[in-house]
């Protein structure tokens, strides 16, 4: 890999969403930890970085098997469902933070100096369209792929997304550049064969990966692109 991203010659995003662009990892934390209170069961940050975070959406499986009593009969959807109906609300609280405000209004002006953009994320469509209402935004980007738009199986880390986002905007590879905060978005990025950042600004998980990039924040790449591109 090279030591550094000649940022002249981008002229594609590929962005993800939740850890990237918006600060969702606590909201999503605690509205895990409301839905398992409904059944009078305890879920710790903790627990949430392990199962959820660090073992790839593992947290309900695990406590299903922990209180197989208490949750006979609740399916995984059950429970999913709780913990979305939760985090609607939240969602709408986490978009509006300044740093999340100040990341839409650098890519508006990416937008102006020609730079494609696709966003690529396992976000449902239902918090895009409030995404959307929220910043005025939905136009900027050229191409989207969301959790509803794959199959289960397709989902990141499969490099299926991306391959569907590069098809569509049709840039040279070696112009194109992803913004990523987790393993499993780098695993589907690297897989697509697009050189990839790591940002970890927002996350609470930690590690190294020497196939990505670093940087604090999807920001600091926003800026650096317009910088040299103006």
Same mark, same amino acid.
């Given at each position: ?11 594609? +995003? ?6 990237? +662009?918006?600060? &969702? ?5 605690? @509205?895990?930890?409301?839905? #398992?209170?409904?059944?009078? %069961? =305890? =879920? ?23 209180? @197989? ?10 429970? +999913? ?14 978009? /509006?933070?300044?740093?999340? &405000?100040? &990341? ?14 696709? +966003? ?9 369209? $409030? *995404? #959307?209402?929220?910043?005025? =935004? ?8 969301? !959790? ?17 986002? *590069? ?11 992803? /913004?990523?905060?987790?393993? !499993?978005? %780098? ?7 697009? !050189? ?10 930690? #590690?190294?990966?020497? !196939? ?12 650096? $692109? ?5």
């Amino acid at each position: 890999m090279n030591k550094y991203i000649n940022y002249k010659n981008i002229d594609a +995003l590929f962005l993800d969403l939740d850890g990237t +662009l918006i600060n &969702s990892e606590f909201a999503f934390c605690n @509205s895990f930890i409301n839905a #398992f209170k409904i059944f009078d %069961i =305890v =879920v710790t940050s903790e627990e949430y970085k392990t199962y959820e975070l660090e073992q790839n959406n593992m947290l309900i499986d695990i406590k299903k098997k922990e209180f @197989s009593k208490e949750l006979n009969g609740i399916t995984k959807e059950d429970i +999913l469902a709780l913990v979305y109906k939760d985090y609607t609300n939240r969602f709408k609280e986490v978009i /509006i933070d300044n740093e999340a &405000s100040y &990341s839409f209004k650098l890519l508006k002006e990416l937008k102006q100096i020609g730079i494609k953009m696709a +966003l690529v994320t396992t976000c449902r469509a239902l918090y895009l369209d $409030i *995404l #959307f209402e929220t910043y005025n =935004v939905r136009d900027i980007f050229d191409f989207i792929v969301c !959790r509803d738009d794959v199959l289960p199986s397709e989902l990141k880390p499969s490099p299926t997304a991306y391959y569907m986002a *590069l098809n569509n905007l049709n840039v040279p590879i070696d112009n194109c550049l992803a /913004i990523e905060d987790s393993k !499993r978005g %780098i695993d589907a990025a690297v897989g697509a064969g697009i !050189r990839t950042i790591k940002v970890n600004n927002y996350t609470t998980i930690k #590690f190294n990966d020497s !196939r990505a990039f670093e940087e604090k924040s999807a920001n600091e790449v926003f800026k650096k $692109i317009l910088m040299f591109k103006k």
